[in-house]
């Protein structure tokens, strides 16, 4: 099994258990559909995957963390809808956000109702045999993800007001906005199977590292992917004036002139599709995209370096990981 | 000590505890100030109150329950800025509110962060020496309380939309909305206690009554209150149209005319105060505002019945309950 097919079987599971977690008596049917809309909509389940490949690697089976990894999930998609929100984007894996077809009360709700099923979700491990111990120790690691991701996405925010942000801050922002979930998947997954303290520890710097390549192979995604395949448009980092690793390379190594151009886009949300194709061709020739590409390959390949000093007693479940970490930087989609 | 001196005493633990608990790097700065900005602004901090009452009532001591106390204020302050953004109410406390501070934004993301650190201080309790096994349990009320607020706050939102709730619907939400964290401090206290499930049982149930009559006596006061006191504007409740006990009453004994004159100021934003007081003045003819006296005065007398059969440990503790569901009923802020 390789692993789209590994996240296929995973996705089945935890979709299952899903499908029951979200549900609510009929007077508040509405909260309970906008909550489920982008968890039925698709998405790739790479977290849940990661928790269950955390809990394999130290020895565990795969079906007593479902709960664990449906509660990245829940938490994934609480901050999906929350963040959709604040950057006014419209569409998401194919269909429209939570907030353009219920409003925006409604998609708040929804998102605070997500946060809590995700802790919901992750005391269920209790009813499937993990000890006490172990459940509140994973309950500490969903915090630290929830506190991270709200300060992630803050960052995020206040980059877009600035021009000149430097490589180092934009991979502070990534770390908290996209790899601490990576990193703390993996730690959940392997402190319910009852992984070692230091074999728990480089499992989270596997995760934090590909993370961050995850994020930057996003960045190309929103410049070079196709609008259907991604399920969102192209180029709306751009018109959000996001500062991609892309745009921040762009940015630090335009001359004069092409960095007035670049600018002239940037969070402009009137700006045309032929505008946005030229400042592209600009970001290209400064050699803007080759740049990340070749950053998301750096982490990958320091990531792969990791998971190689860590003793699987699953090594399908090592050959696994080293799959995903590979898929991350080369998906399409 | 009378109650008020004692939520005093509550407060300054609480507040404390909580200073040095929304604390962030200066790169989130903004996002801890927005945070931070309604627990400073003031608060009766009620419900820490009934954490720490909870607890003293089956014998445990009011100060190794410190962080559950605060851990459920964090996740009022986090309901209070996510619904201040949803009602676009612009003070609170007597100070603007946070999305009027530092925008939606901001403002979405500061009640995320209140949400995860009110998991962050339950987990604490672990450091005050309360067995692991009744921190899972009270980490299990927490969420029970965000999963019902959210279904509150939905069903508040849908009633603005219709003129025909009848009583039991608006029960119905205020259990959720409002007495669902009543009673879940109530347990949370009781459990960290180590009190019987039985003692649990009949707190909770106390914490439920107490928390019905506080919201309709939050919504006398919203018609009946003095702006100054109570922090926020008086009418809000009828300008933004919500369906409070008065205007259920009310909507429902109308004369056919008396009705349109009423229906023709809820959630209207425009209306004059010279408008709205002509309303209040029908409203009151009806007799709306003291059949809602008369309700919360009920619940909270079937409140003391069932705190009448708890044994306590700490009698002192139990006279403080009886004080706090009187204060209740009369307060005027």
């Given amino acids: 099994m390789n692993i789209l097919e590994y996240t296929k079987q995973v996705k089945d599971k935890v979709d299952k258990y899903l499908a029951g977690k979200i549900a609510g008596s009929l007077e508040v049917k509405k909260l309970y559909d906008a909550s489920y809309h982008l968890i039925g909509a698709g998405g790739k389940r790479l977290r849940p995957t990661l928790v269950v490949l955390g809990a394999r690697i130290v020895g565990e089976s795969e079906d007593k963390v479902i709960p664990a990894a449906a509660s990245v999930e829940l938490l994934h998609t609480f901050s999906l809808i929350h963040d959709d929100i604040m950057d006014r984007d419209e569409f998401r894996r194919g269909v429209p956000t939570v907030h353009k077809l219920w409003g925006e009360s409604i998609a708040i709700l929804a998102g605070d109702l997500l946060f809590a099923k995700a802790y919901e979700a992750m005391l269920d491990e209790e009813k499937y045999g993990i000890p006490l111990e172990r459940i509140l120790a994973a309950v500490k690691i969903l915090t630290w993800i929830a506190i ?178 590979t898929f991350i930087i080369e998906r399409r989609y």
Same sequence: chains 1, 2.
């Fill in 148 to 325: 991270t991701l709200a300060e992630g996405q803050t960052l995020d925010i206040e980059f877009v007001k600035r021009t000149n942000i430097g490589e180092e801050e934009y991979i502070t922002m990534v770390e908290k906005k996209t790899a601490a979930m990576f990193k703390g998947s993996l730690a959940i997954g392997a402190i319910l199977g009852g992984g070692e303290n230091s074999i728990v520890e480089r499992l989270s710097e596997f995760g934090r590292l590909i993370g961050i390549a995850f994020q930057i192979q996003d960045d190309i995604l929103g410049i070079t992917g196709d609008e259907k395949t991604l399920g969102k448009p192209v180029y709306s980092d751009l018109r959000e004036g996001k500062k991609t690793i892309i745009i921040v390379h762009a940015l630090n190594n335009a001359s004069e002139k092409q960095r007035k151009t670049i600018l002239t886009v940037l969070g402009n949300k009137n700006v045309t599709v032929e505008e946005l194709r030229k400042v592209v061709e600009i970001i290209k020739s400064i050699g803007s995209i080759e740049y990340a590409a070749k950053k998301a390959k750096y982490y990958t390949l320091k990531a792969l370096d990791i998971l190689n000093t860590i003793p699987a007693r699953d090594n399908k479940a090592k050959s696994l990981l080293k799959e995903l970490a």
